[in-house]
C-alpha cells in the first residue's frame, strides 16, 4: 500500500497570487505592514510564512504566538473573498484530474494532501478548481504544523489510523513541486517526486534527489508507476 501525499501550490493548481494578496491583507490589518515584498512563500508553511513576516518587522515570538490565530482567522477570511472574485484567475494544472482519478481506482493506493496550507485554505484552494476536498481522506496540514518537515510523521500516522494498521514511512510518498517538499519526508524514510510546474525547474529538482522528477503532471501512467515502485 502506498500513500500519495500531495502537496496543493504549484502541483495540483496554481492560485496567479491570490494567497499571496491575502496573507499579505491579514498581516496588513493585524501588524500594520504585509512583510517584505520579497518574502519567498513556496515550500514554506501559513504559519511559517507569518512568523518570517512578524520577525522581519521585530516581532518577539511571543507576540507572534499571541497574534498567529488572529492572523490565520483573518488570512482564510481574505483567502475566501480572493476565490470568490469571478476574475480569481485560480488555475487547475495539467494532467491533475486524470491522475487522481487513476490512482483513485487503485486498492493499493491511498490519496492524500501534505501541504503548507491551513487546512480551511486547503479546502477553499481545491474547491475553486471543482476538486473535492473528501477525495482525500489523508492529510497534513499548516494548521498541524508549523514547518513542512513536522507533516510526514502527522500524515503516515493519519494514514496509519485510516488504514487500520501501521504505515511506513516509505510506504508514503511526497508529490511536490519545491527542494522543501523532496526534502520534508526524509526523516521518516518518505519518497519523493518533484514536479516542475511551480518555481523550479526540472534541473533544480534533480539536484534535490528525488525518486522521480516529472515537467507536469499529464504524464499519467509514468507517474502512477513512479509512485508505486517508491
Known sequence: MKVA????DGTLLWTKGAGRRAMERALA?????????????????????????????????????????RVMANYVAELTVELERDDHGVELLPGVLELLDALEKR????????TGN????????????????AR??????????EHRHDLPAIARDRASAHIGRPVRGDACVIIG??????ACGRGIGARA??????????????ACNPHAVFPDLTDTMAIVRAIVDA
Open 5 to 8: 501525499l500531495f502537496d496543493i
Open 29 to 69: 490589518a493585524n501588524i500594520g505592514t504585509s512583510g517584505p515584498a520579497d518574502h519567498r512563500y513556496d515550500g514554506k508553511t501559513d504559519r511559517q510564512i507569518v512568523r518570517e513576516a512578524m520577525r522581519h518587522e521585530g516581532f518577539a515570538d511571543a507576540e507572534v504566538d499571541a497574534r498567529m490565530e
Open 107 to 114: 486498492d493499493d493506493v491511498v490519496l492524500g494532501l501534505l
Open 118 to 133: 491551513v487546512v480551511h485554505g486547503a479546502e477553499c484552494k481545491l474547491r475553486c478548481v471543482g476538486i473535492e476536498f
Open 136 to 145: 482525500f481522506p489523508v492529510g497534513a496540514f499548516g494548521s498541524d504544523g
Open 177 to 182: 513541486d519545491t527542494p522543501s517538499d523532496v
Open 193 to 206: 517526486i518533484a514536479v516542475a510546474t511551480g518555481h523550479y525547474d526540472v534541473a533544480s529538482l534533480e
